[in-house]
């Protein structure tokens, strides 16, 4: 019964889902085309007041995710990496001043929400080379 399963939904085409409302927007506003799954939005659960073991600094006046401590909430989690640059803490836009994000994401309880973009790329396929 496992491989007839298998079989009918492989055997089914699906449609690529539309590109998010979002993405468009910030191309709008950036005058610059992005890819619709450049923009990730990600949540995180937390109390207030908790650390999340991770530090920030500028580049090109966006805040990146400079360290992840080991140990921490953000590492254990693993959503956030090295290099990603916060866009957003719940639809709050960031300055370019890490202290404030620290001072946001501290005083944050609950369900907190980043938009980020993410800083690895997707791996490309490897070329096939004919004979």
């Given at each position: ?5 298998h ?11 539309p ?10 506003l950036?005058n ?8 990730r939005?990600v949540?995180?659960?937390k109390?207030s007041?908790?650390?999340l ?7 090109n ?11 921490g909430?953000i590492?254990q989690q693993?959503?956030?990496?090295v290099?990603d640059i916060?866009k957003e803490?719940n ?14 994401l ?5 369900s907190?929400v980043?938009k980020?973009?993410?800083s690895y ?10 004979p």
């Amino acid at each position: 019964s496992l491989l007839e399963t298998h079989d009918s939904v492989a055997s089914k085409t699906y449609e690529t889902p539309p590109p998010s409302p979002c993405s468009f927007m910030d191309a709008a506003l950036n005058n610059q085309p992005v890819p619709p799954d450049a923009v990730r939005m990600v949540g995180i659960r937390k109390v207030s007041g908790e650390h999340l073991g991770v530090t920030f600094r500028v580049e090109n006046s966006e805040l990146v995710i400079a360290r992840i401590l080991h140990g921490g909430m953000i590492d254990q989690q693993g959503l956030l990496h090295v290099g990603d640059i916060i866009k957003e803490v719940n639809g709050k836009e960031v300055d370019n001043d890490p202290k404030v994000l620290q001072e946001m994401l501290k005083e944050a309880s609950g369900s907190v929400v980043l938009k980020i973009l993410p800083s690895y790329q997707e791996p490309h396929t490897p070329r096939q080379v004919s004979p």
